[in-house]
């Protein structure tokens, strides 16, 4: 592999159960070092595509590569590259933290020393030393998710997939594992990392796919993502008789909603704010009832992917 | 290979941490295995049931009548009742009046009337009577039984008299006399002995039938000793477990063990349910470890497991009731590998066939209930209905006791052991395939 060739290459990777097509065509490329985000609502298409990636499941189609081989194949350099953090606590409760880890090094082919300082190394890292002998059943929920990342990274994977990692976490161990996340991509390790999430994925991801219904609908940078979206800025007041006037005169300028009682106007190209604040002015309608806001990746999240529940 | 290692160590990592699980694979067994043990008399000097309370009622003035009594009350058997408690505690002889309103408030559920014409006039044979209340048909079966095996082997006399009778019916008191007088002549002129004395005994009744059974009255009647066997003589020759302590402690231990063991093993199988749904096999199989593995894995787990129960439990039966494994240790334990691997495939065809834990687990205890009671793991399997015979040898249980019993009873060589063994081996196969083949097409593994 050359160093500009991608460590995680998808194209065309189809996935379907039964009559549901799961993943529809998902291609991308993912180099190494990069801290990729998986942004979708529930059921977009996100565990499908991890778990394809990790080899859980044969693909219906398309080819997918970790490290260059082929993940279908059940490549043992593909499985040796990869560390999985399911979205699920995958640890024997019963065990202590470190008889779980010991357990998921030897099947790594980790033996004697050096898998007693990888289990040191990582309880370490995730700041569970202390709690090794501790049985994990005895671990809060923010313990037991930090213990579930520090498993899948004995065997030291170029590439780890976090599937939903932070699910019923307190704030605390969400920092404690988004800043061992950050270290751990700043040394070099590849992170995918899946998420409904947009804090989680503005503050981590250096690149972001959005997928909904098994399709990528959007690939980029924050910044090249939200390029995207058909304004530059987003205007919120209240909806009450007061501002219906103004409600009106807006509506043939750009994208009016209302959430909650709020109106959120987004004007369309062309239309200059300025036209906006001489209307209110106009109107006698006092500044301090707007708030003007930057788009965000929720909006184009929310515009890519609709307002419709998911579930 | 490393992979199913590590696996099957941290199965036994759990089990080990999991008090319930080793109670219920090693504790209960041992402890059901005991009280059976007690239950049915293994190994026990005079085996059999005791104590069943029987009334009597003597209304005979025949000295035989009362030898009866004694005879009952040698018998272990029974519990012999003969009198009646007055609300002043004092007591008197029970009458037959007293019979039902007892029986009717659950004092005792079988009472024996010696009437006054014990000795029938009417017809050979004597005349008794008998109360029952019976529960269930076995025990009344029993006691019945042993009444008549008390009666005859030990009160020859009544039986005697009865001829005696008969015989004065037909022939007058003068002729009965004459031919009792011409026969203890021609006795005594053959075989010596006193003219008069062996007269007035068959007079009496006692035609000789007390010395065939042995003289003692009050010893409790013991089978073989009792006079029919003397007078029909059955040599027995025993082909196998000559020398054999006990023969029905193998059956008991080896049935109960089977049972917990597909208990254990069944168990350890439907944990695949909670590993799919905590999502260890997602990290386990994103890692260098396959399905096989896992299957494999839990395989020789349960292999491994079966064999550590079974072999405990054996010694255990040799410390409790003798149970001689010394020099049959080799055979005992490939059966017990056998026998373990055919319970761990019924295991992994339970949870493959399975949506559900709960339903597993639902399944699992029905069909080892009924396997282990057809199959012979609580009874033998010889007083089962023919149909239901043929159905106990379609079963893992069957075979597996089966090759206890060749083992430990017959002494069985490994020659001898092999049809046992290719049973159980074609049993795990056939039930390990489809488990497999199950597994492939369900999604426990997803």
């Given at each position: ?33 990069e801290?990729f ?15 394809l ?5 044969p693909?219906?189609?398309g ?36 008889g ?13 020393a ?16 202390d ?19 520090a ?28 800043d ?7 040394a070099?390790?590849?992170v ?15 690149r ?16 090249e993502l939200l ?6 800025e987003?205007?919120?007041?209240p ?16 994208e ?12 369309k190209?062309g239309?200059?704010?300025s ?9 006698g ?27 | ?76 058997t029974?519990?012999?009742?003969t ?6 505690k004092?007591?008197?002889?029970l ?38 209340n019976?529960?269930?048909e ?15 082997s ?15 019916a037909?022939l007058?008191d ?90 254990a093993?069944t168990?350890?199988?439907t ?15 994103s ?9 494999w ?9 079966g064999l ?7 010694f ?106 290719g ?10 395939g ?13």
């Amino acid at each position: 592999m050359t160093p500009s060739a991608p460590l995680l290459s998808a194209n065309g990777v189809v996935k379907r159960f039964g009559s549901i097509t799961a993943l529809d065509g998902v291609s991308l490329d993912i180099a190494p070092g990069e801290f990729f985000g998986l942004l979708g609502p529930n059921g977009a298409g996100k565990s499908t595509f991890m778990s394809l990636v990790a080899g859980l499941r044969p693909l219906d189609g398309g080819v997918l590569t970790v490290d260059g081989a082929g993940v279908a194949a059940g490549s043992t350099k593909a499985r040796q590259a990869l560390g999985l953090v399911p979205q699920h606590i995958a640890l024997y409760e019963d065990l202590s933290a470190e008889g779980n880890l010991r357990i998921f090094g030897e099947l790594y082919g980790l033996h004697g020393a050096a898998l007693r300082d990888r289990v040191s190394h990582v309880l370490e890292a995730v700041q569970l030393a202390d709690r090794g002998k501790d049985l994990v059943k005895t671990f809060s929920g923010g313990m037991q998710r930090r213990l579930n990342l520090a498993a899948a990274l004995l065997h030291k994977p170029r590439l780890l997939l976090c599937d939903e990692p932070t699910v019923g976490v307190d704030p605390q161990s969400r920092n404690a594992i988004f800043d061992y996340l950050q270290e751990l991509n700043r040394a070099g390790m590849t992170v995918i990392y899946s998420t409904h999430y947009m804090e989680e994925a503005t503050r981590l991801c250096s690149r972001i796919g959005i997928i909904d219904h098994g399709r990528i609908l959007a690939l980029g940078t924050i910044d090249e993502l939200l390029t995207k979206l058909p304004f530059d800025e987003e205007v919120r007041f209240p909806a009450t008789p007061d501002t219906a006037a103004l409600a009106g005169k807006l509506a043939a300028n750009g994208e009016l909603a209302t959430v909650d009682g709020i109106h959120r106007f987004r004007p369309k190209p062309g239309f200059p704010m300025s036209s906006f604040y001489m209307l209110t002015e106009e109107l006698g309608l006092p500044p301090r009832l707007f708030t003007s806001q930057r788009p965000t990746l929720e909006a184009l999240f929310l515009q890519l992917t609709g307002r419709v529940l998911r579930e | 290979m490393n992979s199913i290692l590590v696996l099957v160590r941290k199965d036994f990592s759990l089990f080990l941490r999991d008090r319930t699980s080793i109670v219920l694979t090693f504790v209960v067994p041992f402890a059901l295995i005991y009280l059976m043990g007690q239950v049915f008399g293994v190994n026990s000097s005079s085996p059999g049931p005791s104590g069943i309370p029987v009334a009597v009622v003597n209304q005979s003035d025949n000295p035989a009548a009362a030898r009866l009594v004694d005879a009952l009350k040698a018998e272990k058997t029974f519990k012999v009742l003969t009198q009646f408690v007055n609300d002043d505690k004092t007591t008197r002889p029970l009458a037959e009046e007293d019979l039902r309103p007892l029986m009717r408030a659950n004092n005792f559920r079988f009472a024996l009337v010696i009437p006054k014409d014990v000795i029938r006039v009417d017809g050979i044979g004597i005349h008794l009577k008998t109360y029952s209340n019976p529960r269930n048909e076995i025990e009344a079966q029993t006691v019945i039984g042993i009444l008549q095996k008390t009666i005859f082997s030990r009160v020859p006399e009544l039986l005697g008299q009865s001829l005696q009778a008969r015989a004065r019916a037909y022939l007058g008191d003068e002729r009965l006399d004459q031919f009792n007088s011409s026969v203890a002549s021609a006795v005594a002129g053959a075989f010596g002995g006193d003219t008069s004395t062996i007269k007035a005994d068959m007079s009496e009744g006692e035609l000789g039938l007390r010395r065939l059974g042995g003289d003692d009255a009050s010893a409790p009647a013991q089978g073989d000793a009792g006079v029919f066997s003397r007078i029909v003589r059955v040599d027995n020759v025993q082909v196998a477990g000559t020398g054999v302590k006990s023969p029905a402690a193998t059956l008991l231990v080896g049935g109960w063990a089977m049972q917990f063991l597909l208990f254990a093993v069944t168990a350890s199988a439907t944990a695949l349910f909670s590993e799919r749904d905590q999502g260890i096999f997602q990290r386990v199989l994103s890692g260098p470890v396959s399905r096989a593995d896992i299957l494999w894995s839990k395989f020789i787990y349960g292999i491994c497991l079966g064999l550590l129960q079974l072999v405990v439990l054996f010694f255990a039966g040799h410390v409790l009731y003798g149970i001689e494994i010394g020099g049959q240790l080799g055979l005992l334990v490939v059966v017990c590998v056998f026998a373990a691997a055919a319970c761990t495939s019924f295991g992994m065809l339970i949870a493959a066939v399975s949506p559900t834990p709960e339903s597993a687990r639902g399944i699992a205890t029905f069909v080892i209930l009924l396997m282990s009671a057809v199959g012979g793991a609580w009874f033998p399997v010889s007083f089962m209905p023919e149909f239901i015979q043929r159905f106990s040898r379609l079963t893992l249980v069957y075979w597996s006791v089966e090759g206890f019993s060749q083992v430990l009873w017959a002494r069985a060589t490994l020659a001898e052991l092999l049809p046992t063994l290719g049973y159980l081996a074609l049993i795990t196969a056939l039930v390990m395939g489809v488990a497999i083949w199950r597994f492939r097409k369900g999604r426990i593994f997803e």
